[in-house]
């Protein structure tokens, strides 16, 4: 069936650093690629998506690219803040079923 | 901004109650969905609702669960004798409005619930 493997956390990193949240997926098919970000004490709030392969996903700095050669979405910002701290996870969905494949979440966290 | 909604934000209960989870949807969306994610682990889906009707569900979604949508904007999950290991959050979802496409889920803020 379909999985998602995300890199182990947490994550920490100071304010300014370049971050890289590794997500590859298995999927038959032409999955929807997803993140989603879960702030302390909140749901989960959808980050941004690509829906094709080389699309290129973005939304508050962050981005990630739809890579179908190796199976991949990695989320990356260029310069990370404080409140950037949450727990970010990887998703897909295709093969006809809208109900989302979530990976195990990755927690970040940004020190000043 | 549209958003999803659930009520309460915390639930206390005892072991061998039943709980009713409440949802308000985003109003233009057809498709609604449950999961739950149990403290450190995973988000699970539950199950999902179109046309009232169960659409899918999970193993987990057993004969203790049930969801119903009973007037137009609220959708509700039953847990009939509730377990210690239902402890949990448990998100609400829902997609297919009339801008996005039913790939794209919108999450509540969540419930989270206790059993003691």
């Known amino acids: 069936g379909d999985s998602v493997t995300q890199m182990e956390g947490p994550v920490t990193l100071s304010e300014e650093a370049f971050l890289t949240i590794n997500c590859t997926y298995t999927?038959?098919?032409?999955?929807?690629l997803f993140w989603y970000v879960q702030y302390p004490g909140e749901g989960l709030q959808l980050l941004l998506k690509a829906t094709k392969a080389d699309d290129k996903g973005s939304n508050k700095g962050f981005e990630a690219t739809y890579r179908k050669e190796t199976t991949s979405f990695h989320l990356e910002k260029g310069s990370v803040q404080v409140s950037d701290s949450a727990v970010y996870f990887c998703?897909?969905?295709?093969?006809?079923?809208?109900?989302?494949?979530f990976g195990r979440g990755t927690s970040l966290i940004v020190h000043p | 901004e549209p958003e999803v909604t659930q009520t309460p934000s915390h639930q206390v209960t005892q072991m061998g109650q039943e709980v009713i989870l409440r949802c308000v949807p985003i109003s233009n969306h057809l498709y609604f969905y449950w999961y739950r994610q149990i403290l450190g682990q995973k988000v699970e889906f539950l199950v999902s609702f179109y046309n009232n009707e169960i659409s899918e569900k999970s193993e987990i979604f057993d004969d203790q669960f049930s969801v119903e949508r009973p007037d137009g904007s609220n959708f509700t999950l039953k847990i009939r004798s509730t377990k210690l290991e239902d402890s949990a959050m448990y998100f609400c979802?829902?997609?297919?409005?009339?801008?996005?496409?039913?790939?794209?889920?919108?999450f509540g803020p969540g419930t989270r619930l206790t059993v003691l």
């Open positions: 979802a829902s997609s297919g409005g009339l801008a996005g496409g039913t790939d794209t889920q919108y």
């Open positions: 999927a038959t098919g032409y999955p929807s």
């Open positions: 998703a897909l969905s295709g093969g006809g079923s809208y109900i989302p494949t």
